[in-house]
């Protein structure tokens, strides 16, 4: 079994749509998640740490469900620059991380 | 700053020959880390060093080898290249006790 799960899409939406990705995660030890975003042929960048309480930064919402073992990713407003892929990510206490095969989203005019 | 730098940037190979990937940070990070993505896997963590001369496999850790040469460098080694390690190779680095990594631009490797 993966350690992360994702659904790859594409997810194909209109300018202005909200959107939304899960990831499950196989060890009930992780410790801390995250969103990566990563665009075509380059580099992964954080987008957001994911808290218990779930937390917002702007236009994205995520939240995380510990007895669910399942993170999320809310976009409002879903703008052009949003295109890209989305990885999810997981890690212990032990410097290790672990990251979903990723999610595709296209957002189109 | 430059931040993570890697080289090169491309390279093939034929299989069994030997290739050293360089990654280097100026952050002043502690943890180092070295990833293979392959299409629809997602990032692999090959190796990683959670400081200056020590390092650690991670999940795919056969066919590589690692040097944590100093702070501000960790080296990714194939001894014999085959097929199989066609992949793009990701450097990453990040403050021990923070959370984000950072990742350099890569490195796309074939081996024919």
């Known amino acids: 079994r993966k350690e992360v799960e994702q659904d790859p899409g594409p997810f194909n939406v209109p300018e202005g749509a909200t959107v939304a990705f899960n990831c499950t995660y196989s060890?009930?030890?992780?410790?801390?998640f995250f969103w990566y975003r990563q665009d075509c042929r380059k580099e992964p960048k954080l987008l957001m740490s994911?808290?218990?309480s779930g937390n917002e930064d702007g236009r994205f919402t995520a939240q995380l469900n510990r007895a669910s073992q399942y993170i999320s990713l809310l976009i409002r407003d879903s703008k052009l620059s949003d295109s890209a892929t989305y990885l999810c990510?997981?890690?212990?206490?032990?410097?290790?991380?672990?990251f979903g095969s990723g999610t595709k989203l296209n957002v189109k005019p | 700053n430059a931040g993570v730098t890697q080289t090169p940037k491309f390279q093939v190979l034929k299989t069994g020959q030997s290739m050293t990937l360089q990654c280097a940070q100026d952050?002043?990070?502690?943890?180092m880390y070295w990833y293979r993505q392959d299409p629809g896997m997602g990032l692999r963590l090959i190796y990683y060093?959670?400081?200056?001369?020590?390092?650690d496999k991670g999940e795919v850790p056969n066919g590589y080898n690692v040097s944590r040469l100093n702070k501000r460098e960790f080296s990714l080694r194939l001894e014999s290249a085959a097929p199989s390690q066609t992949s793009v190779y990701f450097c990453?680095?990040?403050?021990?006790?923070?959370?984000?990594?950072?990742f350099g631009p890569g490195t796309r490797l074939t081996v024919l």
């Open positions: 990453a680095s990040r403050f021990s006790g923070q959370s984000e990594q950072f």
């Open positions: 952050m002043n990070h502690n943890s």
């Open positions: 060093s959670a400081s200056e001369g020590t390092t």
């Open positions: 990510v997981w890690g212990n206490n032990f410097n290790k991380f672990y």
């Open positions: 994911v808290y218990s």
């Open positions: 060890n009930s030890a992780s410790q801390s």
